[in-house]
């Protein structure tokens, strides 16, 4: 976050909450921080893939665009099945919603 509080620590070095990685999936996050570590954004991602057979895509829109919205925060995730395979040297695309 632009101006934080000195000393403030963010989600993005907690486990679970702004990054995760297991032979699964490898997740990373940003946004409101406190809603990232009460809804346990990343970690709850690799779970609904590796637990709860959804596809990377869908996890990660029911987690940033369902749960953590009705926690009240906002952000984004990358994350990578160990299955993926970028077409190209650099990632040129991404996806934004305004809903």
Given at each position: ?99
């Amino acid at each position: 976050m632009t101006n934080k509080m000195t000393g403030r620590v963010g989600d993005s070095a907690v486990i679970g909450a702004g990054t995760f990685a297991n032979e699964a999936v490898a997740i990373s996050a940003t946004g409101d921080g406190e809603v990232f570590l009460r809804g346990s954004a990343a970690g709850t991602v690799a779970a609904m893939i590796e637990f709860g057979g959804y596809d990377v895509l869908t996890a990660a829109h029911e987690v940033i665009m369902k749960r953590l919205r009705a926690l009240g925060g906002t952000g984004g995730v990358i994350a990578l099945t160990g299955t993926a395979r970028w077409p190209r040297r650099t990632v040129r695309r991404g996806c934004a919603t305004d809903t």
